[in-house]
C-alpha cells in the first residue's frame, strides 16, 4: 500500500537526513514550551524526527514521552534536555507501539532511563513493526525493529510516576492501536495524546477501532474548557498530538469530527452496496472537499476509507490482545 511505501522512505531519507545534521544545525524537531518545565517537539515540515515526541522537567529529574522514528533526533533530543538541565532522564513513555514513537528508547536507556509501557508495546514492537516495511522488507530494516529496546516496566490499565513532587498519570486508552496511553501533566493541563489525536493531519488507521477511538477522544472533550492548576492560575487544556502541532479542545473536536464524517460516509457507501474502489470512488468527493487540506490526505485518504469499511464490516484486522 502506497502509506507503507511512504512510511519507508520517510524512514530511510530522515534518517540519512539527521546522521548527515553537523552538530548545532538544524534540529529535525521545534521544540515548543507548553507549560512549566514542559517541552513538546514537534516533527519538522519534512518529517526528519517521524513523529512527535516530548519532555518534562520536575524536582529530581525528566521524563521523556516518546523517542521519534530514529535514534539521530531521539539524541538531538537527549542534547536539548542536557542544555536545559543537568537533572537525569528517569523515564521514558511510549504512547505506543508504532516504530515512529519507539526508535530512540536506547538513546535514553543507554543514560539509565527506565522505558514504560502498556504491556502491549512490548507485546507488540518486535513483531507488528515489520509490516511498515512491507513484503520487501530488507536485513537491515528487519535488524532494526529486533533491535528496537521494549519497555522494562509494563502496566494494564496505567501508572503514576513521581519526579519528586511532579505527578504524571499514564492512562491507557483504546482505539488507535489497542494499546495506547495518554500521558498527563495535571499541574499545568498538560495531555501528551501519542497518536490518539492527530492535529489536521489524517491519521492512520492500520490498527484502529474507530468506535473505542471516539469513545476515547469524548473523554478529552467533555473536560471542562477552564482548566484551574494548583497554582490556582486557569489555562486552558493543551493537547499534543502524535503529528501535527500542538493543538487545544477545539482541534480534538475537529479530529474527532474527522472520524464521526468518516464513519457516516462509510456506512451509507456500504449500505448502498459499494465495496473496494467503488467506495473509495464515492467517499472520496466529501473526504477531500472537507479536509482535502489537512497533512497526509494523498497518503491516507484511501486507506482510511479502505480500513473503515472493514471496521465497519467486521473484516478490519488488528494486533491481538497479548497475555502478558
Ligand atoms: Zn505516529
Known amino acids: 500500500m502506497r502509506f507503507l511505501l511512504r512510511f519507508c522512505l520517510l524512514f530511510v531519507f530522515s534518517t540519512a537526513a539527521a546522521l548527515a545534521q553537523a552538530p548545532g544545525g538544524q534540529l529535525p524537531f521545534e521544540l515548543k514550551l507548553i507549560g512549566p518545565n514542559i517541552w513538546a517537539a514537534i516533527d519538522d515540515a519534512k518529517g ?111 501508572v503514576t510516576l513521581f519526579l519528586g513532587s511532579r505527578r504524571i498519570e499514564v492512562t491507557y486508552m483504546q482505539g488507535h492501536t489497542g494499546g495506547d496511553s495518554v500521558v498527563s501533566i495535571p499541574d499545568a493541563g498538560v495531555i501528551f495524546c501519542g497518536d490518539l489525536f492527530w492535529h489536521k493531519t489524517l491519521p492512520n488507521l492500520i490498527d484502529a477501532t474507530t468506535s473505542d477511538w471516539l469513545t476515547t477522544l469524548a473523554q478529552f472533550t467533555d473536560q471542562p474548557r477552564d482548566y484551574t492548576t494548583n497554582s490556582g492560575l486557569p489555562r486552558a487544556q493543551i493537547f499534543v498530538p502524535g503529528h501535527g502541532d500542538v493543538g487545544n479542545m477545539n482541534d480534538v473536536q475537529d479530529f474527532q469530527d474527522y472520524l464521526t464524517w468518516l464513519r457516516g460516509a462509510v456506512q451509507k457507501a456500504q449500505a448502498a452496496g459499494k465495496q473496494g474502489d467503488a467506495l473509495v470512488a464515492t467517499v472520496m468527493p466529501g473526504l477531500k472537499q ?21 471496521e465497519l464490516s467486521g473484516t478490519k484486522r488488528v494486533p491481538s490482545p497479548e497475555k502478558k
Open 48 to 158: 526528519d524526527a517521524g513523529a512527535n515526541a516530548g519532555f518534562v522537567v520536575g524536582d529530581d529529574g525528566v521524563a521523556v514521552i516518546d523517542t521519534f522514528e530514529n535514534e539521530a533526533a531521539a539524541n538531538a533530543l537527549l542534547a536539548q534536555i542536557q542544555s536545559f538541565t543537568h537533572l537525569p532522564v528517569k523515564f521514558v513513555v511510549n504512547t505506543h507501539y508504532h516504530v515512529d514513537h519507539v526508535a530512540g528508547n536506547r538513546v535514553f536507556a543507554q543514560k539509565g532511563a527506565v522505558i514504560v509501557g502498556h504491556h502491549s508495546v512490548r507485546a507488540w514492537i518486535h513483531t507488528e513493526n515489520l509490516k511498515f516495511f512491507g513484503d520487501n522488507i530488507t536485513p537491515g530494516q528487519k535488524a532494526m525493529v529486533a533491535n528496537l529496546l521494549a519497555p522494562e516496566v509494563t502496566y494494564d490499565t496505567g
Open 290 to 310: 472537507k479536509f482535502g487540506a489537512w497533512a497526509f490526505f494523498d497518503d491516507f485518504s484511501r486507506p482510511n476509507i479502505l480500513d473503515m469499511g472493514a
